[in-house]
């Protein structure tokens, strides 16, 4: 049974806590926020023990870190170099600018850790086989994409202390959408060129929208547009793939539907499923890695490094 301990108890730590619950194999140890009312709050939830500095957290197997976005680089270093903890979850993302992923790495490697980036939109079962089809070549040649993820996020989010900064946030592309700048990454490989514009509409320290048309090293060429003003609540996020030997296009709450398919020599799959929140089931997916101990199943170094530096790329 691998131990785990939460740092940061906001808004997607619930759904660490229900994920770690759905896998045998691993379980909650402690929680750790700087606000202590929060800290006691979910230990008190949990029926574990808390602290508010991690400094503190030993003989845990497993830290995941989901403090404010632009902190992730400095809490993840100093977990690696200051507890004994051997694996070091982190929340997307892992840095908002590509020096700084470099030295996160630096430190945790030197430390003799292992960095756990997460990723969960590379375990949603519908990305998945998209990936599947776009490497075995059975799609044929790649021609263009779509990619929308049209967001609300009320003015009340913004009011969070570092929603919205300039030093902690990042924008919408790291913030909301950056799961879906990685699923990009991960179809269609390195970015070769982009064009793009990006506004902070509602007077924010980072845009709150943009939108970019990239060509990738393979020759793709496609568009990305995301926003978190749409009116009252979340409206859709959806994936269009145009390629010599199909037509697939995904949508729904976190890309959890087939809306459209016309594959050669493929019927369609019975894969669609029900989410009722917006973060998807991946998480699931990489708790159960973590008790498996598949490693593997976790992206390079390599590739977190290539993936950072094409969101730095796009953040207009």
Known sequence: MKKVALVGCGRVSA????????????????V???????AKALANKLDVPYVTDYRAIRDVDVISVMTPSGLHPRHVSNIAELTDAPYIVCEKPLSLTLREAYEVYRRVEKAGKVLLPVYQNRYNPLVKMIKDLIDSGQLGRIYQFGCNAYWNRNDDYFKIDWHGTAEFDGGVLYTQASHYVDMLHFFFGELEDHKGIGGSLRNLDVYDTVSAVMRFRSGVIGTLSTTVSVYKTNYLTEFTLIAEKGTIRLSGTNLNKIDFWNVEGMEKPDMDFTINHQYGKGHDTMYQYIADERWEMFPSKEDVLSGIGMMEKLSY
């Open 32 to 38: 750790c926020d700087k606000d202590e009312n929060k």
């Open 15 to 30: 759904r660490h806590v229900e994920a770690i619950a759905s896998v045998d194999g691993v379980k909650i140890a402690l």
